[in-house]
């Protein structure tokens, strides 16, 4: 049998975890997501793309959403800090060991469920941005895709940063995904590659400036 860690649970302990997150969020300005990996050190370009993607993105008024870990998370957040126009938001998880958070939170929430901590990432969000990351990084894309797809979640833009790092990866999908008809053209609208800080601020900021987003 396969050991998977599970926490034990209640359906209060889930509902207080909801609630928690709920509680924490409501009142944030208009919030951007990124994710990517805790690996990736002070020393690595991506770190370095983080910290200025954050700080845009507070310049902006956009509050900065990570999984409040370390790596491209910390870098987020260490951009966010440097300015003073909007908040540093960190959704971390407790683990069997425990994963750290950064000292670069206005706002720090542990979640002790992976589901609800991953819904509120998404909740929360008018954006996402995905930088190089692992297993988990991916996960979350494909989440994120899948729920936009089938309508569960509003039409936001969904943007890789780091062409080297994702280009073979959006190469599969507009390739061998399209050729085996598991996805149609209008679903590679969903997703864009920037690396330009300027730019992806700037289509941020014209997805919430049109009518729709207005209007709701």
């Known amino acids: 049998m396969n050991n998977i860690y599970c926490k034990s649970s209640s359906l209060s302990n889930i509902i207080d975890d909801f609630i928690k997150g ?14 990517g990996s805790a690996r990736l050190k002070e020393d690595n370009p991506y770190y ?18 990570t999984g409040g870990s370390l790596g491209i998370m910390e870098a987020t957040n260490r951009g966010a800090k440097l300015s003073s126009n909007s908040t540093s938001i960190g959704l971390n998880i407790e683990l069997p060991q425990e994963q750290e958070s950064n000292k670069y939170l206005d706002i720090d929430i ?5 589901f609800v901590r991953k819904l509120m990432l998404i909740r929360n969000s008018i954006a996402y941005l995905f930088l190089p990351g692992g297993f988990g990084t991916l996960d979350e894309l494909f989440e994120v895709l899948v729920l936009i ?8 833009p969904v943007i890789l940063v780091g062409e080297e790092y ?3 990866l959006f190469d599969f999908i507009e390739t061998t995904m399209i050729e085996h008809k598991t996805i149609n053209q209008r679903d590679l609208e969903l997703i864009s590659i920037i ?9 941020i900021k014209n997805h919430t400036s049109t009518p729709s987003q207005n209007s709701s």
């Open 166 to 168: 994702w280009s073979k």
């Open 110 to 114: 542990k979640f002790d469920h992976f």
């Open 48 to 65: 370095k793309k983080a910290t200025e993607i954050g700080k845009s993105l507070a310049d902006s008024g956009y509050s900065v959403i």
């Open 195 to 203: 690396d330009d800080v300027d730019e992806i601020v700037e289509v």
């Open 149 to 156: 797809q089938t309508q569960n979640s509003s039409p936001s």
């Open 22 to 35: 709920c509680r924490n969020l409501n009142n944030i300005d208009p919030a951007v997501t990124i994710y």
